[in-house]
């Protein structure tokens, strides 16, 4: 760009301008001057040459850095006049921009297109400094009036006004995140020396750590898996440049990100960091970036949902709908955390008790998420048998307290994989406990033609002996209660609360044992006929094919239960026959002693 100037009042502001002049004029075609950089270019040196004749200058904080360096570049000092330029732009920097939140972010937004400049004039440092000292200081211990952001006693520039006056004070919100959203916007090389900055001004590290997630979703689009396109399009565009950032750019941006994270459980939320894995696989990030994120997700699964696991499998191979193998690795790594915490077993007390331990309720917790996301992924007939069957192992036992979950997720697959061998399915169905079913669960397993023999068969033992022992249990709270009731039959009048309640108690007590005996002879039927369909399988190949079937699927244990009434009933019988026989006989003998004596 051309510009037609005086050159006396240029000289009399510039050093080098001075010289410039001083070698021009002494060719004969003119005094025409090539000055090939300016800090800040073609619009700062108009502002500068408006300086230089005499033109008020409003100087604010989207042009003073331009103008500080490119006052410093021209040798604009108080040698060439009082009142220069640099002595202009310095004490605007000092007295209204470093005593201003919003000031100071300006000035750090414009110094990418004059970096070097600002780093040797330390504008950056500066800047920084003062915007960590207010991300650290409440400015009512200063007795300054706060206002929240946008309120009228606001200055254009985001100070708090007082009586009309700047105060410096950023504008207070009560939550202590309230520069995040003010700090993405600036490049990543200064946001990392801002982040340090406040280290060091102690502010606590899971507030630091907060800021990250605001900063990585302006950068990167699809973090947000409910983000729209025109959202994405929006805020992945930074401040200051025209395009979006390539992959690769993307891809060493989140590396970046990614050594920023804090290894401490809980400082960073874990959707978050399901979200940079997420993107870190589409990227093609580093093996280390990605286990880094695993690791990181390892120690704080329990706060995890099922929406966060369901990852697709992004591989060339497409082998599997969902990334399997990427939970199992977490898995792993929050169990091995929760077995140097100290909670890898349940301690039990000298009587028996359960005595809880501090990660048993997180284990819990991951646990219910595995069996959610096995039974999420069981329907990929994709997914080979030993994938499933080894996740849904990796879960410790006393992680379980019951298995309907399990058996919903195997139900699930054996009957999305119907073509599994017999032995395939029962060494599936090992994994459930029985002993630990629900009472429905375990009425939908004995219905359930998908499981092997061998399993309907313990769910039936396991089922009734649990029916038996909860009716014995009832039997004894309800003595319990009769005791009571008689012993305090002569203290306690029959009109007061105490034995309204206990009588209450004991009738919702006899409708439970009812329902309970019920049931029990419900199941003793279904054994019965169960027992009755083997044998008559059995006589048609002899009885020896009856043993035979009974000792392959365990079915003697069960008979022999199952038939522990008839036989007793059957020796009452015998026995009452042979008393009666015996009574007979004697009878007879009397009878004839007598007709042999009247003879």
Request: charged share 25%.
């Amino acid at each position: 760009m051309s510009f037609h100037l005086h050159k006396f009042p240029l000289l009399s502001r510039s050093g080098i301008m001075e010289r410039l002049i001083a070698e021009a004029s002494k060719e004969e075609e003119g005094c025409v001057i090539n000055l090939p950089y300016i800090p800040g270019g073609a619009k700062t040196f108009e502002l500068v040459a408006k300086f230089c004749y005499g033109v008020k200058l409003e100087l604010t904080a989207a042009n003073v850095a331009y103008l500080r360096c490119a006052a410093e570049h021209l040798e604009m000092t108080e040698e060439y006049g009082e009142g220069n330029l640099i002595s202009l732009s310095e004490s605007f920097l000092n007295q209204v921009v470093f005593r201003n939140w919003k000031d100071c972010l300006k000035v750090l937004q414009t110094c990418d297109d004059i970096l070097p400049h600002a780093e040797e004039l330390q504008i950056i440092r500066r800047c920084i400094d003062s915007m960590a000292l207010k991300a650290s200081t409440d400015p009512n211990l200063f007795g300054w009036p706060v206002m929240e952001h946008g309120g009228p006693m606001q200055s254009p520039g985001g100070s708090v006004l007082w009586n009309g006056i700047s105060t410096g004070a950023r504008p207070k919100n009560s939550r202590s995140d309230w520069w995040y959203d003010d700090v993405s916007t600036l490049s990543f090389p200064i946001y990392k020396r801002l982040i340090s900055a406040m280290e060091s001004r102690g502010i606590k590290q899971e507030i630091i750590s907060g800021s990250l997630p605001f900063y990585a979703k302006r950068y990167l689009p699809g973090l947000s898996r409910r983000q729209s396109a025109s959202e994405s399009s929006n805020r992945f565009t930074p401040v200051g440049m025209g395009a979006p950032p390539s992959e690769e750019d993307q891809k060493l941006f989140l590396e970046e990100i990614d050594h920023l994270l804090p290894m401490q459980k809980g400082l960073v939320s874990t959707k978050f960091l399901f979200g940079l894995l997420r993107t870190s696989m589409i990227l093609r990030a580093s093996p280390s970036c990605i286990a880094n994120l695993e690791r990181r997700i390892g120690m704080q699964l329990d706060q995890a949902t099922l929406e966060d696991l369901l990852m697709p499998n992004f591989s060339h191979t497409m082998e599997t709908l969902y990334n399997v193998e990427c939970v199992q690795r977490i898995l792993e790594h929050f169990l091995a955390m929760d077995q140097v915490t100290g909670g890898a077993s349940p301690c039990s007390m000298d009587d028996g008790q359960l005595m809880g331990s501090p990660s048993l309720t997180p284990v819990t917790m991951v646990a219910k998420i595995i069996d959610g996301y096995l039974a999420e992924v069981a329907p990929d007939i994709n997914l080979k048998l030993p994938k499933f069957q080894s996740l849904a192992a990796a879960v410790p036992d006393y992680g379980r307290p019951l298995d309907d979950g399990l058996y919903r997720a195997i139900d699930i697959y054996l009957k999305s994989h119907p073509w599994l061998a017999e032995s395939d399915r029962e060494q599936l169905c090992r994994l459930i406990d029985c002993q630990k079913l629900s009472l429905e669960a375990c009425t939908h397993a004995a219905q359930n033609e998908r499981l092997p023999l061998r399993i309907i068969v313990q769910v039936l033992f396991f089922e009734q002996l649990q029916l038996r022992t909860s009716i014995a249990g009832c039997f004894l709270v309800s003595d319990n209660l009769e005791g009571s009731r008689q012993l305090r039959s002569g203290l306690m009048a029959p009109n007061e609360g105490g034995w309204a309640t206990a009588v209450r108690e004991n009738q919702v007590l006899k409708v439970g044992m009812d329902s309970m005996r019920m049931r029990v002879s419900e199941l003793e039927k279904e054994c019965s006929n169960m027992r009755q369909e083997i044998e008559k399988l059995g006589r048609g190949k002899g009885s020896s094919a009856w043993g035979g079937v009974s000792k392959k699927f365990g079915f003697k244990i069960k008979s022999q239960m199952c038939s522990a009434q008839e036989g007793s009933v059957s020796n009452q019988n015998n026995s009452g026959s042979v008393k009666a026989e015996k009574a007979k006989d004697k009878q007879h003998g009397k009878h004839k002693k007598n007709q042999s004596s009247d003879g």
